[in-house]
Every structure is written in structure tokens, then in C-alpha cells.
């Protein structure tokens, strides 16, 4: 069964220092999203990619976050510079297109200190 | 906020048939139910999706009540392994996954 590939699975960053994390969607998959969860609540959405272009971007903190699919296949999401708040799991999931099932990735676990 | 009310934790014998409850009181015409479960430390897995029509795959079976307010998981056979958080979500004509605080599930032997 095809799945979501995120890494690092793990991650322990200084504050101020800058972190990124890549997904590879599920091949075919035209919707990319990304997700934060923090321990304890729901996952929340950050971004959320149609092919190579930007839907959806009202919750990312564009002043330190940003995120990109250059070629509408894979991602990057970036923190710069990283805060004691930004400690969450950062969540990549897919979608065929926007409306269908959303899978999720295994998740990658930011630990800032 | 979230479109839904799941109980705040459940247990459930192994062996037995764990049934998850959600409420969805405010539900529209066009929105449909749909179920993840997480497992600790792990992304969200899809279980199962439904409007307003019984649905059932190899994972569950989802109950939708006929005026579509609530609706009920079904894991036929729980296992150990079946234990995580379970989430009911709502999902709208944005398409959006808005998540509530799930049900955690415990198995016990």
C-alpha cells in the first residue's frame, strides 16, 4: 500500500536555529497538505498545496514558516528561526485532489530547546 | 470548532466489538462523516468515510442514523492493537478535516 514518506522521523533543534522537514505525497497525489499537532489536541492545518500552488496558507506563521512544492511532487516545510513553541509533530499528508480521502504520513517529531 | 462530541475515553474487552460513538447534531446535507484513529506517537490513519448510507470495509463498519445527527464505529473484533484516539470528523463543503479531541480507545486483554 502506497504511503506518505516524511522525514526526519525526529528532530531536536536549538531555538533560534533554522529546521526543515520533506514529504513525498503519495504518487498520483495532486493535493499536498501540512499539518502541526500538538500533544494532547488535533492536528492543525498549515498549508495546503494544489499541484505546485499555494490554496490555503491562513494558519502558517509566515514570519518564521514557510513551505514549498517546487515541482508539484514533493515538499519542503521550513522553520526559521525555530521557537520553544514550534515543539510539535509537523504532519504531511496527500490527496488524489482536493475533496478526496486525505492519508497521512508517519509524522516528524520537532523538539526545540 | 469542531462539528462533533465523542466521549472522552473508552475501554473495550479484547475480542469483543468496540462501538464508538459520535455526535453530529448540526450536520448538513453535504457533509460527510469520517473516522481516523491514531495510535501513539504515529500519523492519523483513515478508517472509514459515509454520508448517510451504512458503510463497511475491511478496517470497520460506520452506523449513520437515519436523520444523519450521530453515527457509530464499529471495530468487530477489537485487538491490542486497535488501541489509540479515535476522531469523528465533519467534513464540509471546504473539504477542511476540523478536529475535535477524539475517544481514546483501550483495549483491554
Known amino acids: 500500500e502506497a504511503e506518505v514518506a516524511q522525514s526526519p522521523r525526529y528532530k531536536i533543534t536549538e531555538k533560534s536555529q533554522a529546521v526543515a522537514f520533506w514529504c513525498d505525497p503519495i504518487s498520483g497525489h495532486a493535493t499536498l497538505y501540512w499539518y502541526r499537532q500538538i500533544l494532547g489536541q488535533g492536528p492543525e492545518l498549515l498549508v495546503q498545496?494544489?499541484?505546485?500552488?499555494?490554496?490555503?496558507d491562513s494558519q502558517l506563521p509566515k514570519d518564521r514558516f514557510s513551505a514549498e512544492r517546487l515541482k508539484g511532487v514533493d515538499s519542503t516545510l521550513k522553520i526559521q528561526p525555530a521557537e520553544l513553541g514550534d515543539s510539535a509533530m509537523y504532519l504531511c499528508?496527500?490527496?488524489?485532489?482536493?475533496?478526496?480521502?486525505?492519508?497521512f504520513g508517519e509524522g516528524s517529531w520537532l523538539t526545540v530547546v | 470548532d469542531a462539528k462533533t462530541t465523542q466521549p472522552t475515553s473508552m475501554d473495550c474487552a479484547e475480542g469483543r466489538a468496540a462501538n464508538l460513538p459520535c455526535n453530529h447534531s448540526t450536520i448538513s446535507g453535504n457533509e460527510y462523516v469520517y473516522w481516523y484513529r491514531q495510535i501513539h506517537s504515529q500519523g492519523p490513519q483513515y478508517i472509514i468515510h459515509g454520508l448517510k448510507n451504512n458503510e463497511t470495509n475491511e478496517m470497520a463498519s460506520l452506523i449513520i442514523t437515519e436523520d444523519r445527527k450521530s453515527s457509530t464505529l464499529i471495530l468487530p473484533h477489537a485487538t491490542l492493537r486497535d488501541t489509540a484516539v479515535y476522531y469523528c470528523?465533519?467534513?464540509?463543503?471546504?473539504?477542511?478535516?476540523?478536529w475535535g479531541a477524539g475517544t481514546k480507545l483501550i483495549i483491554k486483554p
Open positions: 470528523i465533519v467534513r464540509g463543503p471546504d473539504y477542511q478535516l476540523i
Open positions: 499528508a496527500s490527496s488524489h485532489s482536493t475533496g478526496n480521502t486525505i492519508y
Open positions: 498545496f494544489q499541484d505546485e500552488s499555494v490554496v490555503d
